[in-house]
Nanobody, 115 residues
Framework: QVQLVESGGGLVQPGGSLRLSCAAS????????MAWYRQAPGKQRELVAT???????IYGDAVKGRFTISRDNAKNTVALQMNNLRPEDTAVYSC?????????WGQGTQVTVSS
């Protein structure tokens, strides 16, 4: 059974930082590309960042220079370090594992940026 479990969300003030983590089980983790997506109320889901099995990274334009994605294949985890958070970063953040044709999602974790 495949499971992706996110943690680390919460309430933070503008300019603050949070670190999200996603723990994967039931997959050959090192072979999968891992990604973080987010969805704010009333908006479409958008890619935040992705890291391939070769550790190549891609970031959404809205988070470049502020967020960093990383993976630990020994622990089957992927992390998202979020710095200089803005109110517009408020969303549900979800972890995705992708190895075509397989795609798995976590349940999501809420991030709220507000003073």
């Amino acid at each position: 059974q495949v499971q992706l479990v996110e943690s680390g969300g919460g309430l933070v003030q503008p300019g603050g930082s949070l670190r999200l983590s996603c723990a994967a089980s039931g997959i050959a983790f090192s072979r999968y590309a891992m990604a973080w997506y987010r969805q704010a109320p009333g908006k479409q889901r958008e890619l935040v960042a992705t890291i391939t099995s070769a550790r190549f990274t891609i970031y959404g334009d809205a988070v470049k220079g502020r967020f960093t994605i990383s993976r630990d294949n020994a622990k089957n985890t992927v992390a998202l370090q979020m710095n200089n958070l803005r109110p517009e970063d408020t969303a549900v953040y979800s972890c995705q594992a992708n190895l075509r044709p397989y795609e798995y999602w976590g349940q999501g974790t809420q991030v709220t940026v507000s003073s």
